[in-house]
């Protein structure tokens, strides 16, 4: 089954840090770039971060310097450090092919005191 398992949310005071991880399964075949999108409440969905197979990163410029984007094969894993408030979202995986995009089902990260 050709899918997108996430791992990794949870709960964290302001200045922590979370991992976020995502495995695709091997059903899907000649991925070329995976990425994080987030969606708050009453937001649109945004691009976190998105790492190519030539591990070429891209990040929104209110992640720069404190998340950090990583991968191996059908693999990717998202380092969140300096978590603010406004970080708070629903974080969902993508995976790129080229044929169509798949999407994880979402993890929640809450950041909170």
């Known amino acids: 089954q050709a899918q997108l398992v996430e791992s990794g949310g949870g709960l964290v005071q302001p200045g922590g840090s979370l991992r976020l991880s995502c495995a695709a399964s091997s059903a899907i075949w000649g991925i070329y770039r995976m990425g994080w999108y987030r969606q708050a409440p009453g937001k649109q969905r945004e691009l976190v971060a998105s790492?190519?197979?030539?591990?070429s990163t891209n990040y929104a410029d209110s992640v720069k310097g404190r998340f950090t984007i990583s991968g191996a094969k059908n693999t990717v894993y998202l380092r969140m450090n300096s978590l603010q408030p406004d970080d708070t979202a629903v974080y969902y995986c993508n995976a790129q092919t080229g044929v169509r995009g798949y999407w994880g089902q979402g993890t929640q990260v809450t950041v909170s005191s």
């Open positions: 790492i190519t197979s030539g591990d």
